[in-house]
């Protein structure tokens, strides 16, 4: 009986014993799919330059044979190779015609194992950009674009974004990155009529090119004992200036190798905006405090013009009259054909915003475009009639480029529209 | 629900003190031994593995009756605590390059984290043995301890980043803990005067250990002892007691049991992904002859309930609308019941019997086993895992559960005076053991209760105590 009951205890305790394995995790198969190819950039209804390419990498077999799926999700475009087999290498390829419905266009990229199971999808995008229109950028480098100049000697464009500086291809919407030998934040680019390139960067550094942006000499710095921001300008006649923001203001005739000062009669807080020169010779400058200035001496000396508050930019016209963007109440354009010794009023509107902006006025052959903060962008031809552009409140910078395309800056975003 | 644990207790006990003899024997002794140590917590992931420790002590017994005694025992073990995560060889969800600069492992978690407690034991309890030669012991009472030295893991280090963080847990654990005291055991007389033990027993701590999972004291330990008995012995107790006669004879049985059992989860709405499972149950069944035909039932069972889960779900051991996993697990509940029932029989030789009555019991480990595949993809990656699953989910359970037993069986006189019992019940559990500790919302769908249901067929030896 003891042996019956010994029994009967250790089966007990046996059967409530019981192994299983320790818990873990094994990559059984795997595959890393990387799309070539995408975020380029073509005109509407064109081939992209690229083919696309999906590039199927085995971590454990190999992907050779596999099936992959091309579909347009956006855009309307059309593709050579809608079903592509991976090849030996792990690739496979098709070629993307863009369509006209959007600007972002999308194709996706569907990847089946040998036995038709899906396993993962990547997106191709693609921009897309048609002639009489605008077009939406998100995209970087130009989506963070802040300053830009055209060179129309040349025709070259150049821009600062996210602190370097980008050369326009001979598609306006591609830009290629300008090698400067420098280490901070390119902040500002200026070209003079003559062709010549200046940029300033975050340690109060200006160089200089003479050559469309192939090489790059460092001037003289215009502040040598300042290792911050300096602000830039290139006046209509050709002349660089540069302050540190406060009442420091120095200019280079000899593009940028010496630098004289030009500060006298300035108040703290009177850095640069813009100079102008008038046909007479006198200088006019618009501070960053929004007051105006002139200067009979080449500047060594300014007067403080009271006739108008809050010049937010100033632009002069070949014939010398002066244009003043004032928000004061309201968006005014006014101008002055005496010098600025009286101003009046040409246009004006009530936005109830208070966005501010840069690069207000823009010449192309024979039309004004004006960016109205919190409007968007009117045009002239005669500074009598003004006509609505694009209405979009949401921008606040405006360039022209060398070729007449529009180019527009909103949040986090620009905007390009060619028109043929 | 621990209440009812202790009123069943306290029924047998009442059942077992059947004789008023006062033996008045004291006994002192030894006793020596290995523990089984899993803490007790609101564990979710891993697998909390059981280790091993000493256990080494002095005890002293004092015989109160025939049947009923007091003992005590200062003791010291070393409690160890290992826990397993999930280990891996690949930096999860991220592009596995292998050839490249990324070798693995780029991200590393610790596999395995260990505690070690030290403790100085000083039990108290009451113990109950049948007055046969070969005794059978059941003990119930508390403990206090004193904490010797400890043990604690560094927690996750993450390399593959310019930092490394290894964090060091400086938290002293408490010094002193008390908590219950639970033993089953055998003892057999070698000579006069010197008994040998063999028992098993648990200690259930009270404090907690490991903050992290809100962790206290567990300790399965298998001892063996010796003990002497010839001091204070009274003259009445030094007639052998297989030989005293009793007004109880035959009224009160024991059986060893030991059976199978066919076990499933009655809660769940998703049927379909749920199936049986195969369990157990093993312990010993007393039975009161209250009159030809009734008796009352009572048993310390150890059971292995549980419920087998296959399909997509988004968890591992219940239904979880989604398709993160395709799971092939198995749930094991493993429960301390003590059933009370009402037996009525019939027939001379061949008796067939029917009894009914509720169970309650006390959960002592919560556990998913199995496999679960996995697949990712995130647009530049697809990737299929395999995960051995074990999860200690005593987190996701509740510890106690009761409901109601009704069985059928017949038993078969062998040997003169023993029984062979063939017993099938049906156990419905009334409570949703799934707890929602951690607080998740669930989601539309998804299972939020579990419900114990098992058949169990079992055979069993009854024993006569006289």
């Given at each position: 009986m003891k042996n019956f009951i010994y029994s009967i205890l250790i089966l007990g305790l046996l059967s409530s014993c019981s192994k299983f394995p320790d818990p873990s995790i094994e990559l059984i198969n795997g595959y890393t799919i990387y799309p070539y190819g995408s975020e380029q950039r073509g005109l509407a209804g064109e081939f992209l330059q690229d083919s696309l390419l999906l590039q199927v990498s085995g971590l454990r077999n190999t992907s050779a044979g596999m099936r992959v799926e091309f579909s347009v999700m956006t855009g309307g475009g059309e593709l050579t190779t809608p079903v592509a087999i991976v090849d030996q290498y792990g690739n496979a390829y098709t070629r993307w015609k863009t369509?006209?419905?959007?600007?972002?266009?999308?194709?996706?990229?569907?990847?089946?194992?040998?036995?038709?199971?899906?396993?993962?999808?990547?997106?191709?995008?693609?921009?897309?950009?048609?002639?009489?229109?605008?077009?939406?950028?998100?995209?970087?480098?130009?989506?963070?674009?802040?300053?830009?100049?055209?060179?129309?000697?040349?025709?070259?464009?150049?821009?600062?974004?996210?602190?370097?500086?980008?050369r326009q291809t001979d598609m306006y919407f591609n830009w290629e990155f300008v090698g400067i030998n420098q280490s901070g934040f390119l902040n500002a680019v200026e070209v003079d009529s003559q062709g010549v390139i200046y940029a300033s960067n975050s340690g109060g550094e200006v160089f200089v090119s003479v050559d469309k942006g192939q090489n790059w000499d460092r001037c003289n710095k215009p502040f040598p004992d300042n290792p911050g921001y300096i602000a830039m300008f290139v006046s209509n006649n050709d002349w660089v200036w540069a302050s540190t923001g406060d009442k420091k203001l120095v200019c280079s005739k000899d593009h940028g190798s010496t630098w004289t000062d030009a500060s006298g009669g300035l108040s703290d807080g009177d850095g640069l905006g813009e100079i102008y020169r008038h046909p007479d010779g006198t200088l006019f400058l618009r501070t960053l405090i929004s007051r105006l200035y002139k200067s009979a001496d080449d500047g060594k000396n300014w007067t403080l013009i009271n006739t108008i508050e809050y010049a937010n930019e100033i632009y002069m016209e070949p014939n010398g009259d002066i244009?003043?963007?004032?928000?004061?109440?309201?968006?005014?354009?006014?101008?002055?054909?005496?010098?600025?010794?009286?101003?009046?009023?040409?246009?004006?509107?009530?936005?109830?915003?208070?966005?501010?902006?840069?690069?207000?006025?823009?010449?192309?052959?024979?039309?004004?475009?004006?960016?109205?903060?919190?409007?968007?962008?009117?045009?002239?031809?005669?500074?009598?009639?003004?006509?609505?552009?694009?209405?979009?409140?949401?921008?606040?910078?405006?360039?022209?480029?060398?070729?007449?395309?529009?180019?527009?800056?909103?949040n986090q975003r620009i905007f390009y529209r060619h028109n043929l | 629900m621990k209440n009812k644990f202790v009123f069943s207790a306290v029924i047998l006990l009442s059942l077992l003190l059947t004789s008023s003899a006062f033996s008045q024997k004291l006994t002192v002794g030894l006793l020596n031994g290995i523990n089984f140590t899993q803490p007790q917590g609101y564990f979710a992931s891993g697998k909390w593995e059981v280790k091993n420790g000493p256990v080494a002590g002095l005890f002293l017994n004092y015989q109160i009756t025939k049947i009923l005694s007091v003992q005590s025992e200062f003791n010291y073990t070393v409690i160890n605590y290992t826990h397993k995560n999930y280990s891996s060889d690949q930096y999860m969800y991220y592009p596995l390059y292998e050839n490249t600069i990324y070798i693995a492992p780029y991200y590393y978690y610790h596999s395995t984290e260990e505690w070690e407690f030290g403790f100085y034991r000083i039990p108290l309890y009451l113990k109950i043995s049948t007055p046969t030669k070969l005794k059978l012991e059941l003990a119930m009472g508390g403990y206090y301890s004193f904490r010797d030295h400890y043990d604690l893991p560094d927690y996750p280090v993450y390399i593959g980043f310019s930092d490394t963080w290894p964090y060091t847990n400086t938290e002293e654990p408490p010094k002193h803990d008390a908590g219950f005291f639970y033993s089953v055991g055998l003892a057999y007389p070698v000579t006069?005067?010197?008994?040998?033990?063999?028992?098993?027993?648990?200690?259930?701590?009270?404090?907690?250990?490991?903050?992290?999972?809100?962790?206290?004291?567990?300790?399965?330990?298998?001892?063996?002892?010796?003990?002497?008995?010839?001091?204070?012995?009274?003259?009445?107790?030094?007639?052998?007691?297989?030989?005293?006669?009793?007004?109880?004879?035959?009224?009160?049985?024991?059986?060893?049991?030991?059976?199978?059992?066919?076990?499933?989860?009655?809660?769940?709405?998703n049927n379909n992904m749920y199936s049986n499972a195969t369990g157990f149950s093993t312990g010993l069944s007393f039975m009161y002859r209250l009159s030809k035909h009734f008796s009352l039932q009572s048993e310390l069972l150890y059971e292995r309930?549980?419920?087998?889960?296959?399909?997509?779900?988004?968890?591992?051991?219940?239904?979880?609308?989604?398709?993160?996993?395709?799971?092939?697990?198995?749930?094991?509940?493993?429960?301390?019941?003590?059933?009370?029932?009402?037996?009525?029989?019939?027939?001379?030789?061949l008796q067939v019997y029917f009894n009914t009555g509720i169970y309650a019991a006390m959960q002592m480990n919560a556990r998913c086993t199995g496999t679960a595949y996995s697949s990712y993809s995130n647009g530049i990656t697809y990737q299929e895992y395999k995960t051995t699953v074990y999860?200690?989910?005593?987190?996701?359970?509740?510890?106690?559960?009761?409901?109601?037993?009704?069985?059928?069986?017949?038993?078969?006189?062998?040997?003169?005076?023993?029984?062979?019992?063939?017993?099938?019940?049906?156990?419905?559990?009334?409570?949703?053991?799934?707890?929602?500790?951690?607080?998740?919302?669930?989601?539309?769908?998804?299972?939020?209760e579990i419900k114990n249901k098992s058949y169990t067929f079992s055979l069993g030896f009854q024993i006569p105590i006289n």
């Open positions: 369509g006209f419905e959007t600007n972002q266009q999308v194709v996706k990229a569907s990847v089946y194992d040998l036995n038709g199971k899906f396993l993962s999808s990547s997106n191709f995008i693609s921009y897309a950009f048609k002639p009489n229109a605008w077009d939406t950028m998100v995209a970087q480098p130009d989506a963070n674009m802040w300053d830009m100049a055209a060179d129309t000697i040349n025709n070259l464009t150049f821009m600062c974004s996210n602190g370097q500086v980008f244009l003043v963007y004032s928000p004061y109440y309201k968006q005014r354009i006014m101008k002055s054909t005496d010098k600025c010794q009286s101003f009046t009023e040409l246009y004006s509107v009530v936005t109830n915003t208070g966005m501010s902006g840069f690069n207000f006025f823009n010449y192309y052959k024979g039309t004004y475009y004006i960016l109205i903060p919190g409007k968007g962008i009117i045009t002239t031809t005669d500074m009598i009639h003004f006509e609505d552009y694009w209405n979009n409140r949401d921008l606040f910078n405006f360039f022209i480029d060398n070729n007449g395309v529009l180019i527009a800056k909103g | 006069e005067n010197f008994n040998i033990y063999m028992n098993g027993r648990y200690f259930s701590g009270k404090k907690t250990y490991i903050p992290s999972v809100s962790a206290t004291n567990g300790s399965a330990e298998l001892t063996f002892g010796f003990g002497y008995s010839g001091l204070l012995k009274s003259k009445k107790s030094a007639s052998n007691p297989e030989h005293s006669s009793d007004s109880a004879s035959h009224s009160l049985t024991v059986t060893p049991k030991l059976g199978i059992a066919v076990t499933s989860n009655a809660g769940s709405d309930k549980g419920y087998e889960i296959k399909g997509e779900s988004n968890s591992f051991f219940k239904y979880t609308p989604g398709s993160n996993y395709t799971i092939d697990n198995r749930v094991n509940l493993d429960y301390v019941t003590l059933p009370l029932l009402l037996n009525v029989r019939f027939g001379q030789k999860d200690d989910i005593d987190g996701y359970m509740k510890s106690s559960d009761w409901g109601w037993a009704i069985g059928c069986g017949i038993q078969y006189p062998v040997l003169q005076k023993y029984k062979l019992d063939f017993e099938f019940r049906y156990n419905k559990g009334f409570t949703n053991i799934y707890t929602n500790h951690y607080n998740q919302t669930p989601v539309e769908n998804e299972d939020t």
